[in-house]
């Protein structure tokens, strides 16, 4: 490591706050589906700033349109209307299929609406009031404490439970768990439709056609969160379309804006009908001039490039390169996800497999202690693939070695 790199991460240790444990490497500049340190070293990244750079770094189109933006207008307060978020959510409803949009910043800060939607469809007008919300274990959903609450991965939630939440945690893909939950009181179920920090865990669709018909018979609202799954990472836009299952009310955030800090949650008309209304909700950022031109961007540039079909077609060569990896080392037990959101689970923790692959070039993270998590950028193309599968056998086997 060379002085000036190692300056660097020792001023940062000494003024930022120590909630990461961070890779020894400081980054400077992206091309493509390749990072470059401050040093220079080129990096292949199989994790885009954890499902966020779908379309590459340096694209030129997309940075051109936040140009043209930034030297138009950056911001304006919600209380007055802006071509760009009126694009954007003109967009964004067409490929979610869902009928109003909120935007926010982040992808808590969705979950946050999305919570605070269904509480006031069930807030007590008409339907007598109800506050439960049944979640998935393994299930993560952010890190403010409304999204903490409904985390099921305990921790991420041991600490902070001092607010009583009325959260119930079922087992995923398992509706007769749901259904056990279910009381009078119960406002909202929520899941991700492939659990992504829980595992890379797809949802079945006989599982949520049935949480469906659940929380219909039950008047109970479904949020589906799409904010890792979402955004083509599947081959579908969003995950759920995979299904032909629709919530009621869902989240989008990582790829959303590309690097651009953007979210949104979306809801049904029938929904919003019965839901927030002037005063409930604001944010003094969400959906910006600036952040929803990164969106219509970003929209623009995944029905050009067809993402999803890209998604589609170059998954099956993903799976089975990892499959050959998996095959190869008795030390992996499973590879699972869906599309270009897969996972090879271990029988021990990665770091070690992490850090062989960062001293080669090969930029991956976890999921857990013992799972390998890859969320490439969307436009990653067999080379690619190629050479990652390269340098992660090479990474395992030094480990194994070890
Ligand atoms: C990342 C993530 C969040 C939280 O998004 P932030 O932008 O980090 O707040 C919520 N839900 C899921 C499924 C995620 O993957």
Redesign the pocket.
Same mark, same amino acid.
């Given at each position: 490591m060379e002085e000036s790199t190692k300056m660097l991460i020792e001023q940062a240790e000494r003024d930022l706050l120590h909630t990461y444990n961070r890779y020894q490497v400081v980054l400077d500049r992206g091309e493509g589906v390749y990072l470059y340190d401050i040093e220079g070293k080129k990096y292949l990244d199989f994790v885009a700033g @954890? #499902?966020v750079f779908a379309l590459g770094y340096a694209n030129q189109a997309y940075n051109d349109a936040l140009k043209r933006q930034i030297d138009k207008l950056l911001h304006t307060s919600n209380y007055y209307y802006n071509v760009p978020a009126i694009q954007a959510a003109h967009k964004l409803k067409e490929v979610t299929g869902m009928d109003r949009v909120f935007f926010t910043?982040?992808? /808590? *800060? #969705?979950?946050e609406g999305a919570i605070k939607s269904a509480m006031k469809v069930h807030s007590g007008k008409g339907t007598g009031g109800r506050s439960e919300i049944i979640a998935m274990e393994h299930?993560?959903?952010?890190? $403010?404490i409304g /999204?903490l609450s409904v $985390?099921g991965n305990a921790h991420y939630r041991e600490d902070f439970e001092t607010i009583d939440r009325q959260v119930r945690f079922a087992k995923f893909n398992d509706a007769e768990s749901v259904r056990a939950l279910v009381t009078e009181n119960t406002c909202a179920v929520i899941l *991700?439709v492939v659990?992504? *920090?829980g595992g890379l865990i797809p949802a079945t669709t006989e599982f949520l056609k049935e949480v469906r018909s659940l929380c219909d018979e039950k008047g109970i609202l479904l949020i589906f969160? *799409? @904010?890792?799954?979402g955004m083509g990472r599947t081959g579908s836009m969003f995950a759920f379309q995979n299904h032909g299952v629709k919530p009621d009310i869902m $989240?989008c /955030?990582?790829a959303l804006g590309c690097g651009v800090?953007v979210?949104a949650f979306l809801m049904t008309e029938e929904t919003a009908a019965k839901s927030l209304v002037p005063g409930d909700h604001g944010t003094t950022y969400g959906g910006n001039p600036f952040a929803a031109a990164a969106v219509c961007e970003v929209l623009r540039q995944y029905e050009e490039r067809d993402i999803p079909g890209h998604v589609k077609e170059i998954a099956p060569y993903f799976e089975k390169k990892l499959d050959e990896i998996a095959a190869a080392h008795p030390c992996i037990l499973q590879r699972r996800g869906c599309g270009l959101m897969q996972g090879l689970v271990f029988d021990r923790p990665v770091a070690p497999v992490i850090r062989a692959a960062m001293d080669r070039g090969l930029i991956l993270i976890n999921a857990g202690a013992d799972i390998l998590r890859f969320v490439p950028p969307l436009i990653i193309e067999k080379e690619h693939i190629d050479e990652m599968a390269e340098i992660l056998e090479q990474a395992i086997r030094e480990t194994e070695e070890a």
């Open positions: @954890i #499902a910043n982040s992808g /808590a *800060e #969705a979950v299930s993560f959903h952010g890190r $403010t /999204a $985390t *991700e659990q992504g *920090e969160d *799409e @904010i890792q799954c $989240t /955030a990582k800090p979210g």
